[in-house]
């Protein structure tokens, strides 16, 4: 069974920089996994941030990056804000139409 | 401006069936593939199903392959979700979101589906 899999929980300092990742439990991520990734706050639907590995959604700002860092696709937040604290979620493309969620970061900044 | 407006969700008995509806606005529907993706209160996000743009090719996760089905109405600008046989894992709030480049890109702000005796 694929495992797409996240850390449960990060922290950053305001200002500081974070990456959160997003794996499998056996195999690399690549691109053409097509990773996207997206923010959740307590009570709101998700909110897109990055699709394509590295395409900001619209409006979106470019302090948030997505990349692949070795064998895991990687959201980067630079110059973390206290409104960057949710949770964020990335979703792999399997094939054959599927996609699967990871089980999501809950990131803190203090 | 861009609008997913989910409808249908309610109370349901295990064994029950019940159809959510989906309807867009503020672009062009008929271009975009639509998902739906539900979350347990206070758990994560799960993909449930996706109906291609234009030929209808459908999708499932394997949690509710073969009990519910995904159709859309482009002349509507709607799409629904047709579950039966639900179950009590299946209670969660339901997103309909549009996708494209395969992510999902828009998003409604979900109705709940509560399968409880």
């Known amino acids: 069974q694929t495992v797409v899999t996240q850390e449960p929980s990060l922290s950053v300092s305001p200002g500081g920089t974070v990456t959160l990742t997003c794996g499998l439990n056996?195999?690399?991520?690549?691109?053409?996994?097509?990773p996207s990734w997206y923010q959740q706050t307590p009570g709101q639907a998700p909110r897109t941030l990055v699709y394509?590995?590295?395409i900001r959604s619209s409006g979106v700002p470019d302090r948030f990056s997505g990349s692949i860092l070795g064998n895991k696709a990687a959201l980067t937040i630079t110059g973390a804000q206290a409104d960057d604290e949710s949770d964020y979620y990335c979703v792999l493309y399997m094939g054959n139409g599927i996609r699967v969620f990871g089980g999501g970061t809950k990131l803190s900044v203090l | 401006e861009v609008q997913l407006l989910e409808s249908g969700g309610s109370l349901v008995q295990p064994g029950g069936s019940l159809r959510l509806s989906c309807e867009g606005s503020g672009f062009i529907f008929s271009n975009y593939a639509m998902s739906w993706v539900r979350q347990v209160p206070g758990k994560g996000l799960e993909w449930v199903s996706i109906i291609s743009d234009s030929t209808g090719s459908t999708y499932y996760a394997d949690s509710v392959k073969g009990r519910f089905t995904i159709s859309r109405d482009n002349s509507r600008n709607t799409h629904t979700l047709q579950m039966s046989r639900l179950r009590a894992e299946d209670t969660a709030l339901y997103y309909c979101a549009t996708t494209s480049n395969y992510a999902f890109l828009m998003w409604g702000r979900g109705t709940m589906v509560t399968v409880s005796s």
């Open positions: 394509s590995t590295n």
């Open positions: 056996s195999g690399s991520v690549s691109t053409t996994y097509y």
